[in-house]
């Protein structure tokens, strides 16, 4: 049985240890999408349908917002099977932190009541070992590839395909065959363009095209702090602490390293982007948020003043993005940013990679 | 009773103060003709608005008025003040039980916009601040803080966060960037106990499991520490207890108030004045003893007026059940005008208007006040709450007053409607109230005189 997920912080890894198919939810395709009514999110719109034909399907909203709580209570009212995991807000005190856990476990039970199995702690660490391989391969695959081919492997990891990646031509390759295409990208062309942060909210499969968008216009996404971006790949799993149960060692990790716009303060957001955007030689930010997301959007000013970068605020549309007027404001965006870029000592642009130091960005 | 009841424009309102003044008005310190908040502070709106011509009506005019003058009397006489945001209802308990203390909403500044229309430009300034319009007005809370015209900077900063809503826990994150510390405390969002959890009944008929109630009781022991520390002294048991008691008493006024205009045949107050008097639950409108006493003087005024059957509202107006407040106070008046009148209401904090227990221990009574928050939990809830007293003060027709831009408004009206109108076959209707409703008086008045006029129709049928 699949179980659909609206968040990155909840461990597909506690899933799938009962037996059931976690499915990252961004990925799911809802039979009849509902109009968006003025003033909701089209993302939480979006996540309520899926209730509907998925029925047979249960999903995981979180409280992380607003929006997501009203869309699981109108997924409730519709009958769905529906389970709302409480994200706490807060991450200093130990009354979240066992907030947290009691929500894990509490998601425990609601798995077993769909006819999951309760795991033992050598099952559960079996499968965490299985997801922290996937992900290792993913944090080598971001130290270089391209973001929309790292979109795509993200997407195959939250989807619950573990194996494969997609291909730029669509086809399912092996990990092994992407160095092969990241060798493909033209240095030169990529040393000239912007590069850029893309930060915000949840970016569907559908609005990657906001990736081609951003190249069309001399831009390059270099740190793509979307949901589910890098931003959600979590760092390595510590070994357990002398006598922790392998579920709370889970459950400590993705409570410490949550890194989301919800979180009060989201100091965390900023203490994880700063080095990055340092360490790529980031020129500006793209911040993608949905049209009614007020926590991504009143950002905007917040990271501008804390980051000392031009931020662009590209809003998401129901469907996709890619619109002329997106790509006009891109482009001038892009162009600006352009302009400012400076000629190195040595004379070359400072581009991705040229003027950082960390070298294994550079691209092929 | 002071006089034929009946609603009074500014004008008629400061030339009846002229000749109460010489027939021996006796008034508080904060009293005075409202026309002077129009000249002093600004706030053009009391021009459009029509008050209760009651002496209880214009003593709780003039105490809304002046709370930011009272606030900064009262720091040059040596208290700290405590900025509580978001909670509407529990920090200021706390608060409030300890010497010297004195808390108010920041919150409240998305009045002023309405109040001043839109002359103080705090919305223009918060769209300057990284806050446009397709947030909730209570944006101007933000440039409130930087100018301190409006209210003084708060010694301590609390906010609740968690299952609030996005605006606002925006709004306050972008405050916190901007150099204003805050001390965030976790609230949850409510949920039904599951079988094999224990439950615990909450204020307003709700339930929530342990887990949730240590969690905020937990919260509580937390903020009261950190309140503790800004007066000086422990926030223990027994002054919080005696909190409890005081602000209960506070609770058991304001239950007799509204029980008794709710409950009239017809209104013996007008909505506007029952907005501001179920406000001064939250935070006492910065002074809880003071607070008591409008509400008594209020509360007098309306069982003299019930026993004498007279009324500002008559005996034919529709019963109308409330939900959520208004960003411009003239969409009160609007309610009346088009021949309802406020039976009930759900103004976002009826958590406040319960009382808190006093068998438990303190912080838990607290906690469970707290998660009774018709907010946090899920709209069906609110939406049964809503229910049991349109049922209670046989509600005719109900209205959910939608908030521009505030993240629970678009999905709230059909969660709540379907109920209401399925199980109580209640007619409903949404309308949204910007902070200065003018341009839309002809849109709003139509929809409100259709809701009338079907509730009408249903008492003939």
């Known amino acids: ?364 | 009773m002071t006089a034929a009841p009946r609603q009074l424009t500014l004008e008629e309102w400061d030339a009846r103060h002229a000749l109460l003044a010489r027939g021996g008005l006796r008034e508080p310190w904060y009293g005075g003709p409202l026309g002077r908040h129009v000249e002093r502070e600004g706030d053009l709106r009391l021009r459009h608005l029509r008050f209760d011509n009651s002496v209880a009506a214009l003593r709780l005019w003039n105490f809304l008025l002046t709370e930011n003058r009272r606030l900064r009397t009262a720091r040059a006489q040596g208290e700290r003040l405590v900025g509580t945001m978001k909670d509407l209802g529990t920090v200021p308990v706390m608060a409030y039980a300890l010497p010297k203390l004195r808390a108010f909403y920041p919150d409240g500044a998305w009045w002023t916009p309405c109040l001043m229309e839109c002359s103080d430009r705090l919305l223009n300034q918060a769209e300057a601040l990284g806050v446009d319009a397709t947030f909730c007005p209570v944006r101007a809370m933000l440039p409130a803080f930087l100018t301190e015209k409006h209210f003084p900077r708060p010694d301590l900063l609390v906010c609740s966060t968690g299952a609030v809503c996005d605006d606002f826990s925006a709004i306050a994150q972008r405050l916190e960037r901007l150099g204003h510390a805050i001390l965030w405390w976790e609230i949850p969002r409510r949920r039904t106990p599951q079988r094999e959890e224990v439950r615990c009944d909450l204020p307003g008929g709700f339930t929530a499991p342990r887990t949730q109630l240590d969690c905020v009781r937990d919260e509580m022991q937390r903020i009261g520490a950190e309140l503790g520390k800004l007066a000086g002294c422990e926030l223990d048991e027994r002054r919080l207890h005696a909190g409890i008691q005081s602000a209960n008493r506070v609770r058991r006024q304001l239950q007799t108030l509204r029980d008794t205009v709710y409950s009239a045949p017809g209104a013996p107050l007008p909505a506007l004045e029952m907005l501001i008097a179920e406000m001064l639950a939250v935070h006492y409108c910065s002074d809880r003893e003071e607070s008591l006493i409008v509400l008594a003087e209020l509360t007098a005024e309306a069982e003299a007026r019930v026993a004498a059957r007279r009324h500002v509202v008559g005996e034919e107006a529709v019963r109308v059940f409330w939900v959520n407040p208004v960003a411009d106070l003239r969409a009160m008046n609007l309610l009346e005008a088009c021949g309802g009148r406020l039976c009930g209401s759900d103004f976002m904090f009826t958590h406040a208007l319960d009382l808190i227990l006093e068998d438990l221990p303190s912080f838990e009574a607290l906690a469970r006040m707290a998660l009774a928050d018709p907010m946090i939990g899920p709209t069906v809830d609110r939406a049964r709450r809503i229910g049991a007293e349109c049922r209670r003060q046989r509600i005719e027709a109900v209205v959910v007053s939608r908030i521009p831009g505030a993240s629970h408004c678009p999905w709230e009206g059909t969660l709540l409607r379907e109920p209401l109108a399925a199980g109580l076959a209640l007619p409903v209707v949404e309308v949204e109230i910007p902070p200065v409703c003018d341009a839309l008086l002809p849109t709003l008045q139509t929809r409100l005189e259709a809701l009338m006029e079907t509730a009408r129709e249903r008492r003939r049928t």
């Not at chain 1, 349908?49 to 029925?55: C, G, M, N, Y």
């Not at chain 1, 929006?67 to 409480?86: E, I, K, S, T």
């Not at chain 1, 190249?215 to 702090?225: M, T």
């Open chain 1, 1 to 364: 049985m699949e179980v659909l997920l609206t968040s990155p912080w909840i461990p597909p890894e506690w899933i799938k240890a009962h037996g059931l198919d976690p499915r990252g939810a961004w990925f799911a395709e809802a039979a009849r999408a509902g109009a968006v009514p003025e003033g909701v999110c089209a993302f939480a719109q979006r996540m309520a349908d899926l209730a509907r034909p998925f029925s047979d399907a249960p999903i995981v909203f979180t409280t992380a917002c607003d929006q997501m709580r009203r869309a699981a209570d109108a997924a409730q009212a519709d009958g769905g099977p529906v389970f709302l995991f409480n994200l706490p807000a807060t991450w200093q005190t130990p009354t979240a932190r066992r907030l947290y856990h009691h929500e894990l476990a509490r998601l425990g039970r609601f798995l077993e009541s769909l006819g999951g199995r309760a795991p033992t702690d050598a099952h559960l660490v079996e499968v965490i070992r299985e997801y922290e391989a996937h992900r290792e391969a993913l944090r080598m695959l971001s130290s270089w590839c391209e973001a929309r081919q790292l979109a795509e492997a993200l997407a195959y990891y939250f989807d619950g395909s573990a194996q494969t990646f997609p291909g730029r031509n669509g086809t399912a390759e092996h990990p092994d065959s992407l160095p092969h295409q990241a060798a493909a990208i033209d240095q030169a062309s990529a040393s000239r363009r912007v590069p850029l942060a893309l930060v915000g909210g949840p970016l569907l499969p559908a609005q990657w095209t906001l990736f081609d968008s951003i190249a069309a216009a001399g831009g390059q996404v270099v740190l793509n702090a979307t949901e589910p971006g890098e931003r959600c790949l979590l760092p390595a799993l510590p070994p357990p602490f002398p006598g922790q149960r392998p579920l709370a060692a889970l459950a400590d990790h993705y409570f410490d390293h949550a890194v989301d716009v919800y979180h009060r303060p989201n100091s965390r957001l900023y203490a994880w982007l700063c080095p990055r955007l340092a360490e790529r030689c980031i020129r500006g930010i793209v911040l993608w948020a949905q049209v009614a997301c007020d926590l991504w959007r009143a950002e905007a000013a917040s990271l501008r003043e804390a980051l000392g970068l031009p931020v662009l605020v590209v809003e998401a549309h129901a469907v996709h993005a890619g619109g002329t007027r997106e790509a006009t404001r891109l482009a001038a965006f892009i162009e600006a940013l352009h302009d400012c870029m400076r000629p190195s000592p040595a004379g070359a642009a400072e581009g991705w990679g040229s003027g950082s130091t960390d070298t294994s960005r550079t691209p092929l």
